[in-house]
Nanobody, 126 residues
Framework: QVQLVESGGGLVQAGGSLRLSCAAS????????MGWFRQAPGKEREFVSG????????CYADSVKGRFTICRDNAKNTVYLQMNSVKPEDTAVYYC???????????????????WGKGTLVTVSS
């Protein structure tokens, strides 16, 4: 089992920045690709960003490309999502998730991740 706990959510003005963290515990963090997802009120959960185990490969949804940056610190078992130039449409609950294997599995499995956190709420005011 891998437990994932997100933090860093809150209220931010449009154009501002926020950094989300996802701390992993339990089984080894090793070998897991990580992803960030979000779910806005009344909408389905959507993929935001993913990162390979080594951190060398990243991918982003078009809606956040150029504004969000994902990175990880394997020594701290933590994944981060730096959110810059946020927009009201970024308002959502943000979830961290883990999948054993390569980053490609995130898409190949249709986002069927192995472990999920409980989420952290990000609210962007206009």
């Amino acid at each position: 089992q891998v437990q994932l706990v997100e933090s860093g959510g809150g209220l931010v003005q449009a154009g501002g920045s926020l950094r989300l963290s996802c701390a992993a515990s339990g089984r080894t963090f090793s070998g897991y690709a990580m992803g960030w997802f979000r779910q806005a009120p009344g909408k389905e959960r959507e993929f935001v960003s993913g990162i390979s185990w080594s951190g060398g490969i990243t991918c982003y949804a078009d809606s956040v490309k150029g504004r969000f940056t994902i990175c990880r610190d394997n020594a701290k078992n933590t994944v981060y999502l730096q959110m810059n130039s946020v927009k009201p449409e970024d308002t959502a609950v943000y979830y961290c998730a883990a999948i054993l294997g390569t980053i490609e599995r995130i898409v190949r499995t249709n986002y069927d991740m192995d472990y999920w956190g409980k989420g952290t709420l990000v609210t962007v005011s206009s």
